[in-house]
């Protein structure tokens, strides 16, 4: 509602309401203006009154009239004037009443205000507060995050060097598992080579065994009638035993060699150094193999 209502329209409402046998109060003239502020219209009420009261007084100034008529009518506007004073006092006492009920919540308004000036104050101290710590711990981020930044691009770099070493691994362990290969199939061919070498010692070993024990028999059966001939056998039996001797010796030694070659499978360096030492022994055993053969 608008402040300021002119003081005549206020006057003019309350005459209204008066008229109509109500006693003017602040919100019955309000309602009748359709506007106004309490204040404004309380202060304008109370000047309301007391133009009522001169005017009042100037109604007692009535024309020559019979006696009785007179002081009929005096009496009744004493008594006109008695209610209105008081109809005038309880409405001023009521005006302060709401003064005073305005005043209060003005003061409620104001101390609930200070509070909250002081909450807010508060408030904003603590955000203040947020804000410094918030400031902190984001500086605190930002260093952080440069730091992990730095370790990852550290991490990068190192993943890329083991993945380099890991393809130089992988390239060099594909070479080890090739010549791995061809070294077990090198120790395979000289297992072979050596094995049907001890089996053909083997076999000249039995024949030589089998020839032995032939002649051994035939010089048992001729031994009763060639006595003279006992000693050239025994000579010649012990020579073939010497020989199946030499002969069980190197199929020893072959053997012998064969555990190593097996055993040298899982280690395929060792074996490309020592590749030509069982040739060089090879050699050796099949010159010691065949001096007892041409000795038969």
């Known amino acids: 509602m608008a402040v300021g209502v002119p003081e005549t329209d206020v006057f003019a409402a309350a005459d209204a309401v008066l008229a109509r046998g109500e006693r003017p109060t602040v919100e019955r003239v309000r309602l009748e203006l359709g506007r106004g502020s309490p204040a404004r219209v309380g202060a304008l009420l109370d000047q309301w009154w007391g133009h009522l009261a001169e005017r009042l007084r100037g109604e007692t100034r009535l024309p020559t009239l019979p006696a009785e008529v007179s002081q009929s009518f005096v009496a009744i506007w004493q008594q006109a004037m008695l209610l209105a004073e008081g109809v005038a006092e309880q409405a001023l006492a009521e005006r302060r009443a709401v003064i005073e009920a305005e005043r209060l919540q003005v003061a409620a308004v104001e101390d609930e205000a200070r509070q909250l000036i002081a909450k807010a104050r508060q408030q904003v101290a603590a955000a203040q507060a947020a804000q410094h710590t918030a ?101 010649r039996l012990d020579t073939v035993l010497s020989q199946l001797l030499e002969a069980q010796q190197v199929a020893a030694a072959e053997k012998a060699r064969a555990s190593t070659l097996e055993q040298q499978l899982v280690r395929p360096t060792r074996a490309r150094r020592t590749k030509a030492k069982p040739t060089k022994s090879k050699s050796k055993a099949a010159a010691q193999a065949e001096t007892p053969g041409s000795g038969c």
Do not use: F, N
């Open 135 to 235: 400031e902190t711990r984001l500086a605190d981020l930002e260093l952080l995050l440069v730091q992990h930044q730095t370790q990852l691009a550290d991490q990068k770099s190192r993943c890329t060097e083991l993945a380099e070493e890991r393809r130089v691994a992988v390239q060099e362990v594909t070479v080890l598992r090739q010549e791995l290969q061809v070294a077990q199939q090198q120790l395979i061919h000289e297992r072979d080579t050596a094995t049907a070498y001890l089996r053909g010692i083997e076999d000249r070993a039995h024949r030589e065994v089998d020839r032995a024990r032939e002649e051994s028999r035939l010089a048992a059966a001729q031994l009763k009638i060639v006595t003279r001939q006992h000693g050239q056998l025994r000579q």
